[in-house]
């Protein structure tokens, strides 16, 4: 396993094709001034040292040299063993809708980015507590395995759109069936169940289904995002916006959220609904609820014992910079000296 420390520096990468293009057209220029001096038979006699291939080996070495010392500068860190560490928190799964009502844009920037900016900051706001993510419209799938990466967690977020389901829909049931495979009964940690959805298309059975995951120990929380005055539901094709969804009379749909079957879902399952089209409401609310949860520990398997690495790029770097340094563009005396051909004898 490793580990990279500063990957910011990778950008200086960029300088590699620079120097490349730069190479080329100088290149360029000097065959192109030297054919407006002479003819090349009498420019290989008056400079029978030049080498284009010395030139270009002193570049790749140049660039390797680079490259090398930039990954130096990332300090890669390689985890030496795996090792089961105790730890303290609560399990904590997302169950995030991406039906394509949450593509409306009746709060800023839409209710889907709305959404995942709410899980985001929670999940910042989180110490050693595990997470999990599932996303669900017509169907439920799961996004992310319960973990203790928050990093991971933040990257498979902002992936997820209405795309990744097949059918559409918001079937909140098969979320919170989904969610019961999250939590590891042998571990008896606090369980919560966070939903951000916009409620529309709930159906009937939701409740007892919470009530259901409740009676297991789950408390579930609702975020409701969108305005109950709606929006119309934006229709992409290869990400631009072709039009609007309209119903079967050619009307466009418009789309409201849904307080009240949010909150219906909270009450059964011992939560809270919040109102989460201002970002900072749910966040404040659910990292006080979470910080004030009662911490149990549980085991965790992580890489541990990371060593800079860093040494060995270095090291190679410098050396392919002492190559290009001690590397001369005129051509090798030895190889000017082998006449493959027999070409001094033909000028005999």
Do not use: C
């Amino acid at each position: 396993m490793y580990r990279l420390e500063e990957p910011i520096y990778f950008y200086l990468l960029a300088i590699i094709p620079v120097m490349i293009v730069v190479f080329l057209l100088v290149l360029w220029w000097k065959k192109r001034t030297q054919r407006k001096f002479s003819n090349p038979e009498l420019l290989e006699k008056l400079a029978p040292n030049s080498s284009t291939f010395k030139s270009s080996l002193k570049l790749l070495m140049l660039l390797l040299g680079i490259a090398f010392l930039v990954i130096s500068l990332v300090n890669p860190k390689m985890g030496s063993k795996l090792q089961t560490v105790k730890r303290e928190g609560v399990d904590i799964v997302f169950a995030l809708d991406v039906s394509k009502s949450m593509l409306a844009e009746d709060i800023a920037p839409n209710r889907l980015e709305k959404a995942k900016q709410i899980i985001s900051k929670i999940i910042d706001q989180l110490g050693s507590d595990r997470i999990g993510i599932i996303i669900y419209a017509g169907n439920a799938y799961p996004l992310l395995p319960i973990t203790t990466d928050h990093a991971a967690a933040n990257m498979f977020l902002q992936n997820a759109n209405p795309d990744m389901v097949s059918s559409q829909g918001t079937a909140i049931n098969e979320a919170l069936e989904l969610a019961k495979t999250y939590y590891n009964n042998d571990d008896q940690t606090n369980r919560f169940l966070i939903i951000i959805s916009d409620g529309e298309d709930h159906q009937e059975e939701t409740k007892q289904v919470a009530q259901n995951l409740n009676n297991e120990g789950v408390k579930i929380f609702t975020i409701g995002v969108g305005t109950e005055r709606g929006g119309p539901i934006p229709m992409y094709l290869n990400n631009d916006m072709i039009g609007y969804k309209k119903d079967n009379q050619g009307e466009t749909v418009i789309t409201k959220r849904m307080p009240e079957v949010l909150q219906e879902i909270a009450d059964v399952a011992k939560g809270n609904y919040i109102d989460g089209n201002v970002t900072e409401n749910p966040v404040k609310i659910m990292a006080d609820i979470i910080a004030n949860a009662e911490k149990n520990e549980f085991e965790t398997k992580q890489f541990s014992d990371y060593k800079d690495q860093f040494q060995w790029f270095l090291g190679i770097g410098i050396l392919f910079l002492l190559f290009d340094i001690f590397l001369f563009d005129k051509k090798t005396k030895w190889v000017r000296k082998v006449d493959l051909f027999n070409e001094e004898k033909t000028k005999k």
